[in-house]
């Protein structure tokens, strides 16, 4: 991969746009400490600063006419501990678009140009500092809207995934070279020795490629968040319920069955885990025309829900609507709530069971019976129950499983290649592909133009 060198110097505003006390203007590349030492002056304004490396400055940013911009304080970290491997400025300066929009544009003016999205994080790949998969890191954790997304951002940053992905492509370049030898210097019963080597081989490497894969699904819904849809005919307390997990009076309530016409969408972070959930409107026949596309949005939603929430009105027997709905849920993940426990339970359990065999919590939003129960499982969901879960390494990006799927395949046809007595040459193509489709994930396969898409996606000023 030959990628273009990096010697011009960045500038970006670092924090947030918008009014704030301070924000932070960055600079990288090898001439920061000149520009900065163009724009800024010390108090006593008698010499041209001389920055010591991070420790910060107290001083001024001055125009060209030698007008006052702001009171700032500068730090400046040297060549090659930084997070580019650069030299780079900081600006501290005060959080108004004024000061920024004319500090930026006066390091411009001094020879710098306004950065890329993610350009500065790109360098920290180009210069070395962190692979694509660290880099890719970096922004998923400013990205995260859960405890748990943020933990499995970090482990990637420190290069848990880099170092499995690595020891994996160890193994498949170590298999190559042993068959490279064998082809070069053929002898019979040596390569019938290393054919069955190479089968054990690349059976094992392809155990810890799936091993990878099936954690995909857990990262997604950790990085995601599990959509969890709130299905029932009217007034069995959905709304109610919507209303007990965000913690905040969302949806309307009331004792009119329809109420709810439209979906309502709230994110909520349940033992750290990300939870999108949807209030649907009351499943049931209606000649209401607007009620009628609510439920058909209700059914539509239900079909890539991770996880439905089917409420069910505990002080009324089974009935027809209640039958239906749970019928059309057959072969999805459901759990059933049966709601309003506060009052006779009317309900019978073994006429549930005879339609569904999924989980039964008894709750009640009139005295919070149940959620921690319901807040219990979604997190089991994600984790199966066993917190060590939370150490392994997960695949959380949809670019990284596309890669190992690719890399699995290309396994599986070098072990049907052996499996049809093919040429060991001709396996090593396959081989050698899966060793590619795995190094697209670190970065080290992957073309130019498919880096810089990739980092164009990230936040300015990272």
């Known amino acids: 991969m030959v990628l273009a060198a990096l010697d011009d110097t960045i500038v970006a505003l670092a924090t947030p746009p918008g009014e704030g006390g301070i924000a932070v203007i960055r600079m990288s590349g090898s001439k920061s400490s000149e520009i900065a030492s163009r724009l800024f002056v010390t108090p006593k304004m008698k010499k041209k600063p001389e920055f010591k490396d991070r420790y910060f400055n107290y001083g001024f940013i001055l125009d060209k006419d030698r007008n006052l911009v702001d009171e ?229 939603l239900t079909k890539d829900a991770d996880l439905i929430l089917l409420l069910l009105d505990a002080s009324r027997t089974l009935e027809d609507e209640d039958k239906a709905i749970l019928s059309w849920l057959k072969d999805k993940k459901v759990l059933i709530l049966l709601n309003k426990t506060d009052k006779p339970i009317e309900i019978r359990e073994e006429e549930i069971r005879s339609f569904s065999d999924s989980t039964i919590i008894k709750t009640s939003m009139i005295d919070g019976t149940g959620l921690d129960k319901v807040e219990d499982y979604i997190y089991n969901m994600v984790y199966s129950g066993q917190l060590g879960a939370r150490e392994s390494v997960m695949i959380t990006n949809n670019r990284h499983k596309e890669a190992l799927i690719r890399a699995e395949r290309h396994l599986g046809e070098a072990l049907e290649g052996i499996d049809e007595f093919m040429p060991l040459d001709m396996v090593t193509i396959d081989i050698r592909n899966a060793w590619n489709a795995l190094g697209e994930i670190t970065g080290e396969s992957l073309t130019e133009n498919l880096i810089d898409k990739i980092f164009m996606e990230f936040c300015l000023g990272k």
């Open 72 to 300: 700032v304080l500068l730090v400046y970290m040297k060549a090659p501990k930084t997070y580019t491997r650069e030299d780079i400025i900081e600006i501290h300066c005060h959080g108004g678009m004024i000061p920024i929009r004319k500090i930026i544009s006066l390091a411009i003016e001094e020879g710098a140009r306004l950065a890329e999205p993610g350009e500065f994080t790109k360098r920290a790949f180009l210069n070395g500092r962190i692979d694509l998969a660290q880099a890719e890191g970096v922004m998923d954790l400013i990205s995260s809207r859960s405890e748990e997304a943020a933990r499995a951002s970090l482990k990637q940053m420190e290069g848990s995934l880099s170092s499995k992905i690595k020891e994996i492509r160890d193994e498949l370049l170590d298999l190559l070279a042993r068959i490279e030898v064998t082809v070069d210097y053929p002898e019979e019963d040596i390569e019938e020795v290393l054919i069955n080597s190479v089968k054990e081989s690349l059976s094992l490497v392809r155990i810890k490629c799936r091993k990878l894969l099936d954690t995909a699904d857990q990262g997604r819904l950790v990085r995601e968040g599990i959509k969890t849809v709130i299905i029932g005919k009217p007034n069995v307390g959905k709304s109610s319920l919507l209303n007990a997990l965000v913690r905040e009076n969302r949806a309307i309530v009331t004792d009119i069955p329809g109420t709810t016409r439209d979906v309502i969408e709230e994110y909520v972070n349940i033992k750290g885990i990300l939870v999108r959930i949807l209030d649907t409107a009351g499943i049931r026949e209606t000649m209401d025309l607007v009620e009628k596309i609510g439920v058909e949005k209700s059914r539509e």
